[in-house]
């Protein structure tokens, strides 16, 4: 009976903890109903706790069929701690069940009754989870890491959910047959071979997205360049033209002046200033690629009856342009996605003020917001959007790249505006 007590209190903290970590990838906000809380946390770790008591006699087909209830009821859990109900609520349950039964028969080599072996089992995946949370919530990088597994396709997580399965399977036939002697050598170092593989394949596919997400940038940077100079060319074909016409104008104005034809001359005249005026170079960063980026964001935010204001200079040393690019890049895509949530007819202003003083590059672009967003620890963002797949990875990738030059990002809001503060060193020997 203690154990039963103690393993279902375990249970119940260990459901806690899985609740928060789901909550900080998925990026959604835990349900504020208290009643809602505990009783989604009670339903996770009563799933578990009937798991444990459901007899290994059972027939399988009607043991199998206790397990899919119990799946479904745990899923109801996660449903109700986030107020919602959605696909991935329905995966992770599955999974949870899972994990714990590799966590089971990995423990077999320590006890072999089942209910000692299920506390200690849920014990250690508590563990884990507060490890990971731990982890989460003192280093920035796992969270570029989290934001980056967000958008793996979901036929690779139902990959990985077949893979544990058939490994706990493994475990269980092997710790069952004969050679039970020798699974109990090897089991512990398959698993952690198993594990690493499952990592590293993760790991090539999030490098892969990166790499793309990369290229795409270096992509618009050229795309940026070309537009530059090709406006460049224009201005200066079209200074040509008015070159090759400047001594007509001035004979034409000579006479009217000898002529006395004052009116005229200064008519003339204005026609020439209207001929003359070029195209008005709408930002001057210091930086003709940021002076691009930044107009071709503009046209994009004045869709949504938003104007982008710069104050201040962008150095063009000191800085890869790839890695500026990459800031610039992600903070106007998401403040002017803020921006498109309004269908106010009102004026909105993205602000950007850019300083640049002995080495020292500080960056705050500031745009109206008009949903809730909860920040939480590492700079993290819940919001209500629905689509989350993509959703927070620019930040991830902004924090990432500020960190190349020993910097600092910070996000905050403030009477409605989202600010997102930049300072970093830059490195002389970057072009």
């Not at 959605?86 to 423990?107: E, R």
């Not at 498109?340 to 993205?350: A, G, L, P, R, V």
């Not at 080495?359 to 909860?374: A, C, D, M, T, W």
Request: with cysteine; charged share 20%.
């Amino acid at each position: 009976m203690f154990l039963r007590i103690l393993f279902f209190i375990i249970a119940i903290l260990q459901n806690t903890i899985l609740i928060k970590l789901i909550s900080l990838f998925m990026e959604q906000p835990i349900t504020s109903n208290k009643l809602m809380q505990i009783s989604s946390i009670v339903l996770c770790a009563s799933s578990q706790f009937v798991l444990t008591l459901s007899s290994a006699s059972l027939p399988p087909l009607l043991r199998f069929a206790v397990l899919i209830v119990l799946m479904v009821t745990k899923a109801g859990g996660y449903c109700l701690s986030f107020g919602k109900c959605s696909l991935a609520m329905f995966y992770l349950s599955p999974l949870s069940f899972v994990v714990s039964s590799n966590y089971s028969n990995i423990l077999r080599l320590v006890t072999t009754s089942n209910m000692l072996l299920n506390t200690i089992s849920c014990a250690a995946e508590s563990a884990v989870a507060l490890l990971i949370l731990l982890l989460i919530n003192r280093r920035s990088e796992i969270v570029v890491v989290i934001q980056s597994l967000r958008v793996i396709p979901r036929h690779l997580y139902i990959v990985i959910l077949l893979f544990l399965y058939l490994m706990s399977l493994f475990e269980f036939v092997t710790f069952s047959s004969e050679f039970a002697e020798i699974a109990r050598i090897l089991i512990l170092p398959v698993t952690i071979m198993c594990i690493y593989i499952v990592s590293k394949i993760l790991r090539i596919y999030v490098a892969e997205l990166e790499h793309k997400r990369m290229s795409d940038l270096l992509v618009l940077q050229f795309e940026n360049q070309v537009e530059y100079y090709e406006k460049i060319n224009s201005l200066y074909t079209e200074f040509r033209a008015f070159r090759h016409d400047f001594r007509n104008h001035m004979v034409c104005l000579r006479t009217l002046i000898n002529e006395n034809e004052i009116e005229k001359a200064i008519a003339y005249l204005n026609d020439i200033e209207t001929l003359s005026s070029t195209v008005k170079k709408n930002y001057d960063t210091g930086n003709i690629i940021i002076d691009s980026l930044l107009d071709s964001k503009n046209e994009k935010a004045n869709k949504y009856n938003t104007s982008i204001v710069f104050d201040g200079c962008v150095p063009c040393t000191g800085i890869a342009n790839v890695d500026i690019c990459t800031i610039f890049f992600n903070a106007l895509d998401n403040a002017i996605e803020a921006c498109e949530k309004s269908q106010s007819t009102k004026e909105k202003y993205i602000n950007i003020e850019s300083e640049y003083h002995q080495g020292y590059y500080s960056l705050r672009i500031k745009n109206p917001v008009f949903e809730q967003l909860h920040i939480q620890a590492g700079n993290r963002i819940l919001t209500s959007k629905s689509d989350k797949l993509l959703h927070g990875f620019g930040i991830a990738n902004t924090i990432k790249t500020v960190k190349k030059y020993d910097g600092e990002t910070k996000i905050n809001v403030e009477n409605g505006d989202f600010i997102l503060t930049i300072g970093l060193w830059l490195k002389h020997d970057e072009i």
